[in-house]
Nanobody, 114 residues
Framework: VQLQASGGGLVQAGGSLGLSCVAA????????MGWFRQAPGKQRELVATITSGGNTYYADSVKGRFTISRDNTKNIVYLQMNSLKPEDTAIYYCNKAISPSPYWGQGTQVTVSS
């Protein structure tokens, strides 16, 4: 498994979801990992990143609502999403933030109803 994201689902606006992504060691390693999302009809966008040391970056649209974390012993990156909005509806993927692997995996669908 190169990249396997899970944890998506259907939630009402204002709700929360926690995503997980298991990555192959060759991808995870000491790389900056990121969560991306792609909404219908839109390009894939970067949501958040985290370095191996735990430094984080968030897109303005999710800042204060989403939290990215990682477990370097298990090659897992997490995304805790709170105060979800309908515009957060998308397929969420994880990958290296820089020079992403071409193997994106299926991602996990997040749907937020109003």
């Amino acid at each position: 498994v190169q990249l396997q994201a899970s944890g998506g689902g259907l939630v009402q606006a204002g709700g929360s979801l926690g995503l997980s992504c298991v990555a192959a060691g060759s991808i995870f390693s000491r790389n900056i990992m990121g969560w991306f999302r792609q909404a219908p009809g839109k390009q894939r966008e970067l949501v958040a990143t985290i370095t191996s040391g735990g430094n984080t970056y968030y897109a303005d649209s999710v800042k204060g609502r989403f939290t990215i974390s990682r477990d370097n012993t298990k090659n897992i990156v997490y995304l805790q999403m709170n105060s979800l909005k309908p515009e957060d509806t998308a397929i969420y993927y994880c990958n290296k933030a820089i020079s992403p692997s071409p193997y994106w995996g299926q991602g996990t669908q997040v749907t937020v109803s109003s």
